[in-house]
């Protein structure tokens, strides 16, 4: 079975610092790898997934994420966070070509980004 | 294309009754998955249908069932609640089968008094 570990339940940081929420899993196959953000009162927004080629991925609001396969990793970084980041992120997992609907999550970080 | 579609937003049941949630999932998405979101133990997957038939089933015990439409539209019912059913559920629904790649409604949360 798959485990995803968040490593920082809550990550408080200053507007325009750099931020980087650590995700490492565990599982005893490939797998995909997923970046989720949950605003307050919302469901779940897909921010950046790694399927397959580059292990760098970008999403359109400047979060990146790098796939490390020999740390089993996937951490979530940005250069420059804003206010409006402030949410909670969740990585996840999928078996690689057997998913059934499922994803593994991690507990999730709180990020908090003050003025 | 529209999102996926959960109804009701927000309830409240007292123990004992029983609830049913429905959920549209986007155009063209014949899967459709369940999933139980609580402070104190995250995101946890309840089950998944993919054209009408169930595929996948996480650890929950029989209070809590599904079905699909033909349609792709689903529902999920949670029978004889318990304090502990209180949490926020959330539907996905996604178009491929390989990648395990969800797109998440906006979630029902259900407080149990």
């Known amino acids: 079975a798959q485990s995803v570990t968040q490593l920082d339940s809550q990550v408080p940081v200053f507007e325009e610092a750099p931020v980087e929420l650590r995700c490492n899993y565990s599982s005893s196959v490939s797998v995909y790898l997923f970046w989720y953000v949950q605003y307050p009162n919302q469901g779940l927004q897909l921010l950046l997934k790694?399927?397959?080629?580059?292990?760098l991925v970008e999403s359109i609001n400047g979060f990146e994420a790098e796939f490390n396969k020999s740390q089993t990793s996937f951490h979530l970084r940005k250069p420059s966070v804003h206010i409006s980041d402030t949410a909670e992120y969740f990585c996840?997992?999928?078996?690689?070509?057997?998913?059934?609907?499922?994803?593994?999550f991690g507990r999730g970080t709180q990020l908090t980004v003050w003025p | 294309k529209a999102g996926v579609t959960q109804t009701p937003r927000y309830l409240i049941k007292t123990r004992g009754q029983q609830v049913t949630l429905s959920c549209s999932p986007i155009s063209g998405h014949r899967s459709v998955s369940w999933y139980q979101q609580t402070p104190g133990q995250g995101l946890q997957f309840l089950f998944e249908y993919f054209s009408e038939t169930q595929r996948n089933k996480g650890n929950f015990p029989g209070r809590f069932s599904g079905r699909q439409f033909s349609n792709s539209r689903s529902e999920m019912n949670v029978s004889t609640l318990e304090l502990g059913d209180s949490a926020l559920y959330l539907c996905?629904?996604?178009?491929?089968?390989?990648?395990?790649?969800?797109?998440f409604g906006e979630g029902s949360r259900l407080t149990v008094l």
């Open positions: 790694y399927l397959s080629g580059s292990t």
């Open positions: 996905a629904s996604s178009g491929r089968q390989d990648t395990g790649e969800l797109f």
């Open positions: 996840a997992v999928s078996d690689r070509g057997s998913t059934l609907g499922r994803l593994y």
